[in-house]
């Protein structure tokens, strides 16, 4: 199937690992061009590398962190310049705090906010103009979770910022209509990145037992029974991202192996 996005300029923040790095390979591999952002340099120039040496397509890249206004003013400059019409925006950046809510001080609802929300939101406002003047209309595809649809136990913050992710999906889809852009997001399940080996590798300490028995524990409850990867996640955001589901706006399709289960 071709998704008609060959020649098209895209932007992917959160890309030097995980999820956006496999969007950003996905969008190469149909031919887009794609700028990557993530708050270090470092591993940003070694994805840059790795996607070129996959794809043999050139990646350029740009580091800020979402979190801090100051950071995403200079990326706005910055793609301004480098694509001033920008057809493809995905946003990948977010995640959670394993932390019961007694644990949880106005500080900690805070940072997560300014990781799940606020990034994102200033993302959105920093690509607009260049979205706006794509020839055959902006897509924006935010990286959601499944967690808003079942909310897991212990991943509170997340539950609640993830829920607004989903509004601000459904809110922008329309508002932005009239500048012909799309607003979709992709809610993943249990995805095996750096944000669970982690989290896993904690949680194996905390607790004295071993990571297979935790990562069985963890898959246990999903339909598919196990963990999803980070290339299964990324079609579904360059399918959002293409011009094949151009009658598809203000969504939150689920990519989670059947963890949530309601039936909306
Ligand atoms: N993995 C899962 O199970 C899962 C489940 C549900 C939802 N999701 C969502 O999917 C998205 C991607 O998750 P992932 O698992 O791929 O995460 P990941 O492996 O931790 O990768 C996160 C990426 O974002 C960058 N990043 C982190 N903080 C940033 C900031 N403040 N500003 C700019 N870039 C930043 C990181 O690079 P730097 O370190 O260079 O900044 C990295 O490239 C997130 O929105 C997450 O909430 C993931």
Redesign the pocket.
């Known amino acids: 199937m071709d998704l008609g996005i060959g020649g098209e300029t895209a932007l992917v923040?959160?890309?030097?690992?995980?999820?956006?790095?496999e969007s950003a390979k996905a969008l190469l591999e149909e031919g887009a061009e794609v700028m990557i952002?993530?708050?270090?340099a470092d591993?940003?120039k070694a994805a840059a590398v790795a996607l070129e040496a996959a794809t043999g397509c050139k990646v350029r890249y740009f580091a800020?962190?979402?979190?801090r206004a100051e950071d995403v003013a200079k990326l706005q400059a910055w793609v301004a310049q480098e694509a001033p019409a920008l057809d493809i925006l995905v946003s990948?950046?977010?995640?959670s705090q394993r932390a019961l809510f007694g644990e949880l001080d106005d500080a900690a609802w805070y940072a997560n906010y300014e990781?799940n929300v606020m990034?994102t939101v200033r993302t959105i406002r920093a690509t607009l103009e260049p979205l706006k003047k794509s020839a055959r209309g902006g897509r924006i595809v935010i990286?959601g979770?499944?967690g808003p649809r079942m909310p897991y136990p212990h991943q509170l913050v997340?539950n609640v910022h993830k829920a607004g992710l989903i509004a601000l999906v459904k809110t922008l889809g329309a508002e932005f209509q009239p500048f012909n852009i799309r607003v979709n997001s992709v809610s993943?399940?249990?995805?095996m990145?750096?944000?669970?080996t982690k989290r896993i590798a904690a949680l194996s300490k905390e607790r004295g037992v071993p990571e297979s028995e935790l990562v069985h524990e963890f898959s246990h409850e999903i339909p598919l029974g196990r963990f999803g990867r980070?290339e299964e996640i990324a079609p579904m955001v360059v399918f959002l991202a293409s011009h094949k589901t151009s009658y598809v706006t203000c969504q939150s399709v689920l990519v989670d192996g059947g963890i949530a289960r309601g039936l909306v």
């Open positions: 923040v959160g890309a030097s690992e995980g999820i956006g790095y952002c993530s708050r270090s591993k940003l800020a962190d979402v979190t990948a950046v977010g995640g990781f990034g990286l979770a499944a997340s993943p399940g249990r995805t990145t750096s944000l669970w980070p």
